[in-house]
């Protein structure tokens, strides 16, 4: 019985090993968690900026209509809202909106309960596009994740959303992040 092709060391195992040469002294094996997982991250931050890419967005872009169109009818959050909901701070998230300001995808506007505070809406022309990417957005994720069988996608989302449990703070803030953020899409 013929055995299947074994695979070239990938890159990272290439570095564990220069580094098993280098410094043997250390236990490198979370290099091949770590490494891979950030080497898969990056690809797929590429893989789903190219969907973004289309419809004339960036990754930031992306999140603030995202949230905005999660909030559900009338589909608007104050700022610091936006904030909280896409891993960014405050400053981000105003450049962001300027942007898409311009590009007539949102509106700005005083709070109604304080006037000093302001309210940022997606318009007509935002919704319509939002809608348009974010199917396209999830199609590229099925897309990405058929190279894993469903029983492995499964496993992955358990063992990724427990560690995520043991190093995230309890109120799911990033490092760096504004309270409360976390976004997907």
Same mark, same amino acid.
């Given at each position: 019985?013929?055995?299947?092709?074994?695979?070239?060391?990938?890159?990272?195992?290439?570095?564990?090993? =220069?580094?098993?040469?280098?410094?043997?002294?250390?236990?490198?094996?979370?290099?091949?968690?770590?490494?891979?997982?950030?080497?898969?991250?990056?690809?797929?931050?590429?893989?789903?900026?190219?969907?973004?890419?289309?419809?004339?967005?960036?990754?930031?872009?992306?999140?603030? @209509?995202?949230?905005?169109?999660?909030?559900?009818?009338?589909?608007?959050?104050?700022?610091?809202? @936006?904030?909280?909901?896409?891993?960014?701070?405050?400053?981000? =998230?105003?450049?962001?909106?300027?942007?898409?300001?311009?590009?007539?995808?949102?509106?700005?506007?005083?709070?109604?309960?304080?006037?000093?505070?302001?309210?940022?809406? @997606?318009?007509?022309?935002?919704?319509? @596009?939002?809608?348009?990417?974010?199917?396209?957005?999830?199609?590229?994720?099925?897309?990405?994740?058929?190279?894993?069988?469903?029983?492995?996608?499964?496993?992955?989302?358990?063992?990724?959303?427990?560690?995520?449990?043991?190093?995230?703070?309890?109120?799911?803030?990033?490092?760096?992040?504004?309270?409360?953020?976390?976004?997907?899409?």
């Amino acid at each position: 019985m013929e055995q299947p092709a074994q695979r070239p060391p990938d890159h990272v195992a290439r570095i564990q090993a =220069v580094w098993r040469r280098e410094r043997p002294d250390l236990d490198v094996a979370p290099q091949g968690v770590i490494g891979r997982l950030h080497r898969v991250a990056t690809l797929l931050t590429h893989e789903l900026c190219a969907v973004y890419a289309r419809y004339d967005l960036g990754e930031g872009e992306f999140d603030v @209509l995202a949230a905005l169109r999660r909030a559900g009818a009338p589909y608007e959050r104050a700022p610091g809202e @936006l904030a909280a909901h896409t891993m960014v701070t405050t400053g981000a =998230v105003t450049k962001r909106i300027d942007r898409l300001e311009r590009a007539g995808l949102v509106t700005r506007r005083a709070a109604a309960e304080d006037r000093r505070g302001r309210v940022v809406a @997606l318009t007509p022309a935002g919704r319509e @596009l939002i809608d348009r990417a974010f199917t396209d957005h999830i199609r590229n994720e099925h897309e990405l994740l058929a190279a894993l069988t469903p029983a492995e996608a499964a496993q992955l989302e358990a063992l990724l959303t427990g560690w995520l449990a043991r190093l995230e703070p309890a109120d799911g803030t990033a490092p760096g992040a504004a309270p409360g953020a976390a976004s997907t899409g």
